[in-house]
């Protein structure tokens, strides 16, 4: 079973760019989710659809950051104008929300560096 | 306001020995509870999780105890081996009560087990 597939690996944009991340789910997961993983901490979500829908983005910054998931598989995440403080490791998971087990699959991320 | 507490940054121990990775939480409404192994420059992968109807799961070398009236969790690995040497992640969820299932993860231990 193929894995969360996420690119680019790595970025580097300069502030007041424009990125965009792309994630594919493993195949069959209604779930998938976009966290930000800032440097010494956790990974934080930002988004989180099921299927092609917005179950929850509280923590999204809507006014720089936005996401899409089009036919409920791929998805992206754009930001601009990118800050500074946006160098994190974007990452994407997907789940199945069937059975008895709710764990998460993670891609192994993007790195974005904005200086 | 951190939900997910872990308050050693680091933990080194010796090879063979037991590794005790300990988080609290501070929500109650969490009613599973996932850890993660994450290497560097890869996407956290899924160790073992418990929900809040057990106390106690196993799985091979690693336990994970959960004591809900202290709000808290920890993971024994026995025994311990150079290739546990990564950054455990606490994640937990709300998930069987249906609110949602997005985790909320800690900032990670650096466990580094000595040759």
């Known amino acids: 079973e193929a894995g969360v597939a996420q690119s680019p690996r790595y970025k580097i944009i300069e502030k007041r760019q424009s990125v965009a991340f792309w994630c594919n789910p493993i195949?069959?997961?209604?779930?998938l989710y976009w966290y930000q993983q800032i440097l010494g901490q956790g990974p934080k979500l930002l988004i989180q659809f099921q299927n092609n829908g917005v179950v929850d983005d509280s923590q999204l910054p809507k006014d720089r950051f936005s996401a899409e998931r089009l036919k409920g598989v791929d998805s992206t995440l754009k930001i601009q104008p990118a800050k500074l403080e946006d160098s994190a490791v974007y990452l994407c998971?997907?789940?199945?929300?069937?059975?008895?087990?709710?764990?998460?699959?993670f891609g192994p991320g993007t790195r974005l560096t904005v200086t | 306001d951190q939900q997910v507490k872990q308050n050693s940054p680091s933990l080194s121990v010796q090879e063979g020995r037991i590794s005790i990775l300990n988080c609290d939480y501070t929500n109650s409404m969490f009613d599973y509870f996932l850890w993660y192994k994450k290497y560097p420059a890869e996407g956290p992968t899924f160790l073992i999780s418990?929900?809040?109807?057990?106390d106690k799961n196993e799985d091979g070398r690693f336990t994970v105890f959960l004591n809900k009236s202290a709000k808290h969790l920890s993971l024994h690995i026995v025994p311990s081996q150079p290739g546990d040497s990564a950054v455990y992640f606490c994640?937990?969820?709300?998930?069987?009560?249906?609110?949602?299932?997005?985790?909320?993860f800690g900032k990670g231990i650096t466990l580094s087990v000595r040759p």
């Open positions: 994640a937990a969820s709300a998930i069987l009560t249906g609110a949602n299932s997005k985790l909320t």
């Open positions: 195949s069959g997961h209604a779930t």
């Open positions: 998971a997907s789940s199945s929300q069937t059975g008895t087990t709710y764990e998460q699959y």
């Open positions: 418990i929900s809040s109807i057990k």
